[in-house]
Protein backbone atom coordinates (compact mmCIF):
# COMPACT_ATOMS: atom_id res chain seq x y z
CA UNK A 1 0.00 0.00 0.00
CA UNK A 2 1.23 3.35 -0.70
CA UNK A 3 1.79 5.70 2.16
CA UNK A 4 -0.91 8.31 2.53
CA UNK A 5 -0.45 9.88 5.97
CA UNK A 6 0.66 12.76 5.12
CA UNK A 7 -2.29 13.83 2.84
CA UNK A 8 -5.30 15.31 4.40
CA UNK A 9 -8.81 14.85 4.51
CA UNK A 10 -10.82 16.42 1.62
CA UNK A 11 -14.31 15.28 0.49
CA UNK A 12 -13.54 12.84 -2.47
CA UNK A 13 -16.12 11.66 -4.62
CA UNK A 14 -16.86 9.28 -7.40
CA UNK A 15 -19.43 7.83 -9.77
CA UNK A 16 -19.04 4.83 -12.05
CA UNK A 17 -21.27 2.45 -14.52
CA UNK A 18 -21.43 -0.86 -15.31
CA UNK A 19 -23.23 -2.25 -18.44
CA UNK A 20 -24.78 -5.69 -19.00
CA UNK A 21 -25.85 -6.97 -22.06
CA UNK A 22 -29.75 -9.17 -21.97
CA UNK A 23 -32.33 -10.13 -24.25
CA UNK A 24 -34.96 -7.64 -24.55
CA UNK A 25 -37.42 -10.98 -23.06
CA UNK A 26 -35.63 -10.64 -19.70
CA UNK A 27 -35.72 -6.84 -18.91
CA UNK A 28 -39.03 -7.10 -20.12
CA UNK A 29 -39.43 -10.44 -17.28
CA UNK A 30 -37.58 -7.47 -14.79
CA UNK A 31 -40.55 -4.86 -15.56
CA UNK A 32 -43.08 -7.40 -15.02
CA UNK A 33 -41.81 -8.94 -12.05
CA UNK A 34 -41.46 -12.57 -13.25
CA UNK A 35 -37.71 -13.09 -12.65
CA UNK A 36 -37.93 -16.34 -11.03
CA UNK A 37 -35.30 -15.56 -8.27
CA UNK A 38 -37.33 -12.46 -7.50
CA UNK A 39 -36.54 -8.64 -8.23
CA UNK A 40 -32.86 -8.31 -8.95
CA UNK A 41 -32.62 -4.93 -8.51
CA UNK A 42 -33.23 -4.23 -4.90
CA UNK A 43 -30.80 -7.55 -5.08
CA UNK A 44 -28.01 -5.89 -7.15
CA UNK A 45 -28.32 -2.34 -5.20
CA UNK A 46 -27.49 -4.13 -1.62
CA UNK A 47 -24.37 -5.50 -2.88
CA UNK A 48 -23.46 -2.62 -4.66
CA UNK A 49 -23.43 -1.06 -1.41
CA UNK A 50 -21.94 -4.06 0.50
CA UNK A 51 -18.92 -3.82 -2.44
CA UNK A 52 -18.21 -0.05 -1.87
CA UNK A 53 -18.44 -0.97 1.77
CA UNK A 54 -15.90 -3.74 1.58
CA UNK A 55 -13.44 -2.68 -1.15
CA UNK A 56 -10.33 -3.42 0.72
CA UNK A 57 -10.97 -6.45 1.36
CA UNK A 58 -11.46 -7.39 -1.57
CA UNK A 59 -8.46 -5.58 -3.92
CA UNK A 60 -4.99 -5.77 -1.82
CA UNK A 61 -3.90 -1.92 -2.35
CA UNK A 62 -7.19 -0.71 -1.81
CA UNK A 63 -6.53 1.32 1.75
CA UNK A 64 -9.67 0.88 4.45
CA UNK A 65 -11.91 4.01 4.45
CA UNK A 66 -14.76 5.74 6.26
CA UNK A 67 -17.45 5.26 3.44
CA UNK A 68 -20.09 7.99 4.24
CA UNK A 69 -22.12 7.46 1.34
CA UNK A 70 -23.00 4.75 -1.61
CA UNK A 71 -26.03 5.53 -4.08
CA UNK A 72 -27.06 3.01 -6.60
CA UNK A 73 -29.34 3.26 -9.52
CA UNK A 74 -30.69 0.99 -12.23
CA UNK A 75 -31.42 2.31 -15.83
CA UNK A 76 -33.29 -0.54 -17.46
CA UNK A 77 -32.93 -0.19 -21.83
CA UNK A 78 -34.35 -2.38 -24.54
CA UNK A 79 -31.43 -4.69 -23.88
CA UNK A 80 -29.37 -3.20 -21.23
CA UNK A 81 -29.14 -2.21 -17.64
CA UNK A 82 -27.38 0.29 -17.25
CA UNK A 83 -25.91 0.32 -13.27
CA UNK A 84 -24.68 3.62 -11.71
CA UNK A 85 -22.48 4.01 -8.36
CA UNK A 86 -21.71 6.99 -6.32
CA UNK A 87 -19.66 6.60 -3.76
CA UNK A 88 -18.38 9.55 -0.70
CA UNK A 89 -15.88 9.69 2.07
CA UNK A 90 -13.92 11.87 4.15
CA UNK A 91 -10.38 10.65 3.98
CA UNK A 92 -6.83 10.91 2.64
CA UNK A 93 -7.62 9.22 -0.88
CA UNK A 94 -9.84 8.85 -3.49
CA UNK A 95 -13.05 6.08 -4.01
CA UNK A 96 -12.76 5.88 -7.62
CA UNK A 97 -12.09 2.04 -6.96
CA UNK A 98 -15.14 1.90 -4.49
CA UNK A 99 -17.34 3.17 -7.15
CA UNK A 100 -15.83 1.05 -9.81
CA UNK A 101 -15.97 -2.54 -7.50
CA UNK A 102 -19.64 -1.37 -6.37
CA UNK A 103 -20.94 -1.16 -10.02
CA UNK A 104 -18.72 -4.46 -11.40
CA UNK A 105 -20.07 -5.94 -8.12
CA UNK A 106 -24.07 -4.77 -8.95
CA UNK A 107 -23.49 -6.22 -12.54
CA UNK A 108 -22.50 -9.40 -11.68
CA UNK A 109 -25.29 -9.65 -8.79
CA UNK A 110 -27.96 -9.18 -11.85
CA UNK A 111 -25.95 -11.88 -13.94
CA UNK A 112 -26.39 -14.20 -11.31
CA UNK A 113 -30.10 -13.79 -10.45
CA UNK A 114 -31.16 -13.80 -14.39
CA UNK A 115 -28.38 -16.31 -15.67
CA UNK A 116 -31.23 -18.97 -15.35
CA UNK A 117 -33.79 -17.04 -17.86
CA UNK A 118 -30.88 -16.22 -20.21
CA UNK A 119 -27.69 -17.99 -21.08
CA UNK A 120 -26.29 -15.04 -23.89
CA UNK A 121 -25.58 -12.12 -21.25
CA UNK A 122 -22.29 -10.37 -21.20
CA UNK A 123 -20.82 -7.84 -18.80
CA UNK A 124 -20.34 -5.05 -21.54
CA UNK A 125 -17.67 -2.79 -19.31
CA UNK A 126 -17.43 -0.95 -16.40
CA UNK A 127 -16.01 2.40 -16.25
CA UNK A 128 -15.39 5.36 -14.13
CA UNK A 129 -17.75 8.28 -14.95
CA UNK A 130 -15.93 11.13 -12.45
CA UNK A 131 -13.91 11.50 -9.68
CA UNK A 132 -13.52 14.57 -6.93
CA UNK A 133 -11.35 15.79 -4.42
CA UNK A 134 -7.88 15.27 -5.07
CA UNK A 135 -4.97 17.75 -5.04
CA UNK A 136 -5.97 18.25 -8.40
CA UNK A 137 -9.04 20.04 -7.80
CA UNK A 138 -7.69 22.08 -5.72
CA UNK A 139 -4.23 23.14 -7.67
CA UNK A 140 -5.48 26.80 -9.14
CA UNK A 141 -4.35 28.17 -12.05
CA UNK A 142 -2.48 31.10 -10.52
CA UNK A 143 -3.18 34.66 -12.39
CA UNK A 144 0.78 35.17 -12.87
CA UNK A 145 4.32 34.02 -11.76
CA UNK A 146 4.41 34.43 -7.90
CA UNK A 147 7.45 35.55 -6.22
CA UNK A 148 8.68 34.39 -2.82
CA UNK A 149 11.15 34.51 -0.22
CA UNK A 150 11.83 32.67 3.21
CA UNK A 151 12.84 34.19 6.23
CA UNK A 152 14.47 31.57 8.86
CA UNK A 153 14.00 32.97 12.06
CA UNK A 154 16.83 31.55 14.73
CA UNK A 155 19.65 33.21 16.86
CA UNK A 156 21.42 29.65 16.91
CA UNK A 157 21.50 29.77 12.96
CA UNK A 158 22.28 32.99 12.43
CA UNK A 159 25.22 33.05 14.50
CA UNK A 160 27.03 29.71 12.95
CA UNK A 161 25.98 26.94 15.63
CA UNK A 162 23.66 25.44 13.59
CA UNK A 163 22.42 24.55 9.98
CA UNK A 164 19.23 25.66 8.84
CA UNK A 165 16.94 23.00 7.33
CA UNK A 166 13.56 23.57 7.95
CA UNK A 167 14.05 26.66 5.55
CA UNK A 168 15.72 25.08 2.76
CA UNK A 169 12.61 22.40 3.01
CA UNK A 170 10.33 25.98 2.19
CA UNK A 171 12.29 26.84 -0.54
CA UNK A 172 11.87 23.06 -2.17
CA UNK A 173 8.25 22.86 -2.02
CA UNK A 174 7.53 26.64 -2.74
CA UNK A 175 10.00 25.85 -6.05
CA UNK A 176 8.08 22.58 -6.55
CA UNK A 177 5.09 24.40 -6.74
CA UNK A 178 5.69 27.15 -9.57
CA UNK A 179 7.06 30.20 -7.47
CA UNK A 180 10.07 31.99 -8.06
CA UNK A 181 12.25 32.09 -4.55
CA UNK A 182 13.60 35.32 -4.76
CA UNK A 183 15.36 35.82 -1.68
CA UNK A 184 16.15 33.45 1.14
CA UNK A 185 17.87 34.44 4.77
CA UNK A 186 18.82 34.00 8.10
CA UNK A 187 18.15 36.61 10.95
CA UNK A 188 18.34 36.24 14.53
CA UNK A 189 15.08 35.71 17.31
CA UNK A 190 15.14 39.63 16.93
CA UNK A 191 11.65 41.70 16.49
CA UNK A 192 12.75 44.61 14.95
CA UNK A 193 14.86 43.09 12.73
CA UNK A 194 12.21 40.48 12.09
CA UNK A 195 9.61 43.54 11.14
CA UNK A 196 12.28 45.77 9.17
CA UNK A 197 12.92 42.20 7.28
CA UNK A 198 9.09 41.61 6.37
CA UNK A 199 8.13 44.97 5.31
CA UNK A 200 10.95 45.00 3.49
CA UNK A 201 9.52 41.88 1.40
CA UNK A 202 5.93 44.01 1.58
CA UNK A 203 6.75 47.02 0.72
CA UNK A 204 9.68 47.31 -1.16
CA UNK A 205 10.60 43.97 -3.09
CA UNK A 206 6.33 43.67 -3.53
CA UNK A 207 6.57 39.77 -3.05
CA UNK A 208 3.39 37.60 -3.28
CA UNK A 209 4.27 35.20 -0.70
CA UNK A 210 7.16 35.51 2.53
CA UNK A 211 7.21 32.47 4.53
CA UNK A 212 8.87 32.34 7.61
CA UNK A 213 10.27 29.71 10.18
CA UNK A 214 11.23 29.61 13.64
CA UNK A 215 10.07 31.71 16.53
CA UNK A 216 6.71 30.32 16.94
CA UNK A 217 7.28 28.52 19.95
CA UNK A 218 7.03 29.34 24.11
CA UNK A 219 10.72 30.73 24.58
CA UNK A 220 12.11 33.70 26.07
CA UNK A 221 13.47 34.54 22.37
CA UNK A 222 10.21 33.98 20.69
CA UNK A 223 8.88 36.72 19.53
CA UNK A 224 7.21 36.16 15.27
CA UNK A 225 4.21 35.99 16.13
CA UNK A 226 4.41 39.55 18.03
CA UNK A 227 6.43 41.02 15.00
CA UNK A 228 4.17 39.82 12.14
CA UNK A 229 1.02 41.32 14.50
CA UNK A 230 2.69 44.75 14.16
CA UNK A 231 3.33 43.84 10.09
CA UNK A 232 0.26 42.06 8.34
CA UNK A 233 -2.97 44.42 8.01
CA UNK A 234 -5.02 41.33 7.32
CA UNK A 235 -4.76 38.10 9.92
CA UNK A 236 -5.81 35.31 7.78
CA UNK A 237 -6.76 32.42 11.17
CA UNK A 238 -7.47 29.83 8.79
CA UNK A 239 -4.19 28.93 7.88
CA UNK A 240 -2.28 28.69 10.86
CA UNK A 241 -5.79 26.66 12.25
CA UNK A 242 -5.28 24.17 9.47
CA UNK A 243 -1.31 23.73 9.88
CA UNK A 244 -1.90 23.22 13.68
CA UNK A 245 -4.88 20.77 13.19
CA UNK A 246 -3.17 18.74 10.70
CA UNK A 247 -0.10 18.51 12.95
CA UNK A 248 -1.92 17.66 16.06
CA UNK A 249 -2.79 14.69 14.35
CA UNK A 250 0.50 13.46 13.91
CA UNK A 251 1.70 14.72 17.31
CA UNK A 252 0.35 16.18 20.50
CA UNK A 253 2.69 19.14 20.30
CA UNK A 254 1.53 20.87 17.51
CA UNK A 255 -1.16 22.66 19.76
CA UNK A 256 1.85 24.50 21.05
CA UNK A 257 2.69 26.52 17.84
CA UNK A 258 1.79 30.25 18.21
CA UNK A 259 2.24 30.53 14.10
CA UNK A 260 0.29 32.96 12.23
CA UNK A 261 -0.63 34.27 8.91
CA UNK A 262 -1.95 37.75 7.18
CA UNK A 263 -1.61 39.93 4.48
CA UNK A 264 0.31 43.24 4.10
CA UNK A 265 -0.80 45.24 0.98
CA UNK A 266 -0.24 42.45 -1.84
CA UNK A 267 1.99 40.28 -0.04
CA UNK A 268 0.57 36.80 2.37
CA UNK A 269 2.97 36.12 5.32
CA UNK A 270 2.85 32.74 6.41
CA UNK A 271 5.01 31.81 9.90
CA UNK A 272 5.59 28.25 10.56
CA UNK A 273 7.63 26.00 13.27
CA UNK A 274 11.33 25.94 13.61
CA UNK A 275 11.17 22.03 13.27
CA UNK A 276 12.00 20.10 10.58
CA UNK A 277 8.88 18.44 10.96
CA UNK A 278 6.56 21.08 11.99
CA UNK A 279 7.72 22.84 8.73
CA UNK A 280 7.19 19.77 7.00
CA UNK A 281 3.55 18.77 8.43
CA UNK A 282 2.51 22.58 7.86
CA UNK A 283 3.26 22.74 4.08
CA UNK A 284 1.32 19.62 3.72
CA UNK A 285 -1.52 20.91 5.27
CA UNK A 286 -1.57 23.72 3.93
CA UNK A 287 -0.19 23.21 -0.02
CA UNK A 288 -1.52 23.77 -3.07
CA UNK A 289 -4.85 25.12 -1.66
CA UNK A 290 -3.55 27.93 0.42
CA UNK A 291 -2.34 29.14 -3.45
CA UNK A 292 -6.25 29.77 -3.74
CA UNK A 293 -5.75 33.13 -2.09
CA UNK A 294 -3.95 34.98 -4.34
CA UNK A 295 -7.26 34.55 -6.97
CA UNK A 296 -9.03 35.49 -3.91
CA UNK A 297 -6.89 38.82 -3.50
CA UNK A 298 -7.67 39.23 -7.38
CA UNK A 299 -11.46 39.17 -6.98
CA UNK A 300 -11.32 35.57 -8.62
CA UNK A 301 -13.69 34.51 -5.92
CA UNK A 302 -13.92 30.70 -5.44
CA UNK A 303 -14.30 27.52 -7.91
CA UNK A 304 -17.03 24.46 -7.18
CA UNK A 305 -15.23 21.75 -6.70
CA UNK A 306 -17.52 19.65 -6.16
Request: some cysteine.
Amino acid sequence: MRDVSQKPNTLRTARAEARLKASPSTIDAIRQGTVPKGDPLPVAKVAAIQAAKNTSQIIPYCHPLPVDFVAVQFELGNDTICATTEVKAIYKTGVEMEALTAASVAALTLYDMLKMIDEEMEILGVKLLEKHGGKSDFKDRLPQALQAAVLVMSDSISNGKKQDESGKIIKQRLEASGLDVKDYAVIPDDAKQIEAALKRYCDDLKLDLVVTTGGTGLSPRDCTPEAMAHVIEKEIPGIAEAARAYGQNRMPYSMLSRGIAGVRGKTVIISLPGSRGGVADSLDAIFPAVLHVFNMMQAGGHHDHN
